[in-house]
């Protein structure tokens, strides 16, 4: 179900809580939210639509194909080469912010089926990733 996009900077600003199975159904509500907005949005975190557990979807772009992706729980263990840029985001109102990004990351997650899982990202997709797992920690960009 599409949800509604939250703008509260306090809200979004807090640490998302470990998803569960019980969550799967915000997994899914959070993908079709990501796809209404898919002419100016890559990816989403839980707290975007109002709850907050470390929940993220985005556009994968890794593969041959690109394709949506769910994940619960996403840590990233690794990174490697940093680098500057500018981001916006959906939930937030003002001009592109810069941060710092990392070309490669290796990340922990855990599937819609409660599997965990280690994948290697980079580039684009790596940099979405980064966003909204800062999301879930309570970064603002």
Request: aromatic letters at 8%; charged letters at 25%.
């Amino acid at each position: 179900m599409i949800k509604e996009l939250m703008h509260d900077p306090l809200f979004l600003a807090g640490k998302s809580e470990i998803a569960t199975k019980e969550d799967v159904s915000v997994a899914y509500d959070l993908l079709d939210t990501l796809k209404a907005h898919k002419d100016r949005c890559v990816g989403m975190a839980a707290n975007m639509i109002g709850v907050k557990k470390r929940i993220i979807a985005f556009l994968d772009e890794s593969g041959i194909f690109p394709t949506y992706t769910i994940m619960l729980n996403p840590v990233i263990i690794k990174k490697e080469l940093p680098y500057h840029t500018q981001e916006s985001c959906l939930s937030l109102l003002g001009a592109p912010k810069k941060c710092v990004r990392y070309k490669k990351i290796r990340l922990s997650y855990q599937t819609v089926d409660m599997q965990k899982r280690e994948k290697d990202y980079s580039d684009w997709t790596a940099q979405i990733i980064q966003h909204e797992v800062d999301h879930c920690n309570g970064v603002l960009i």
